[in-house]
T-cell receptor
């Protein structure tokens, strides 16, 4: 399977703390994307990092990519209750932009 | 801008029955994806269309699943006959042909097979 794996599977933090989740994958990628899924809602694209990039920022989000270790991390700073959701990494592989999603990290931010 | 539309939102059927899901992508999006998301798991790509041609259907159980995208716009995904293990949320997504693409997801159809 080309599906990635997120770690940890579940994370619970207090509002205002930082949340870090990791993604490991198996094959070479074109790029890696992170998505958020709230309870009862669809998936929303958060941020994309290309295979030749090492770090990207978007607001309170920071993504790193280490292609030698086939891993990525997503950091959410100063978390809010509204950040409570499941977070998935998706790897873009091959020539046709097929996306393979990880197993997800369930984040709970306690007010 | 209108998002990806899917219908129905919920469907309950008996095993061995057939079911069909409909997706209307964002206007101008050439690429359309169908995913299956089983509870507690990440979405699994079933089929990818570019305009009305199939790019990848390697994970589509072709003995029971079929999909089409007529005129390169709307798409339908069909299951016939359904099995208990098909209970899942079926997500449709679309994207422009930009590189790299960003997918926009619909709300999904929650299928329960009894």
């Amino acid at each position: 399977s080309q599906q990635g794996e997120e770690d940890p599977q579940a994370l619970s933090i207090q509002e205002g703390e930082n949340a870090t989740m990791n993604c490991s994958y198996k094959t070479s990628i074109n790029n890696l994307q992170w998505y958020r899924q709230n309870s009862g809602r669809g998936l929303v694209h958060l941020i994309l990092i290309r295979s030749n990039e090492r770090e990207k920022h978007s607001g309170r989000l920071r993504v790193t990519l280490d292609t030698s270790k086939k891993s990525s991390s997503l950091l959410i700073t100063a978390s809010r209750a509204a950040d409570t959701a499941s977070y998935f990494c998706a790897t873009d592989v091959g020539t046709g932009n097929q996306f393979y999603f990880g197993t997800g990290t369930s984040l709970t931010v306690i007010p | 801008e209108a998002g990806v539309a899917q219908s129905p939102r919920y469907k309950i059927i008996e095993k061995r029955q057939s079911v069909a899901f409909w997706c209307n992508p964002i206007s101008g999006h050439a690429t359309l994806y169908w995913y299956q998301q089983i509870l507690g798991q990440g979405p699994k790509l079933l089929i990818q269309f570019q305009n009305n041609g199939v790019v990848d259907d390697s994970q589509l159980p072709k003995d029971r699943f079929s999909a089409e995208r007529l005129k390169g716009v709307d798409s339908t995904l069909k299951i016939q006959p359904a099995k208990l293990e098909d209970s899942a949320v079926y997500l449709c997504a679309s994207s422009f042909l930009t590189m790299p693409p960003t997918q926009y997801f619909g709300p999904g159809t929650r299928l329960t097979v009894l």
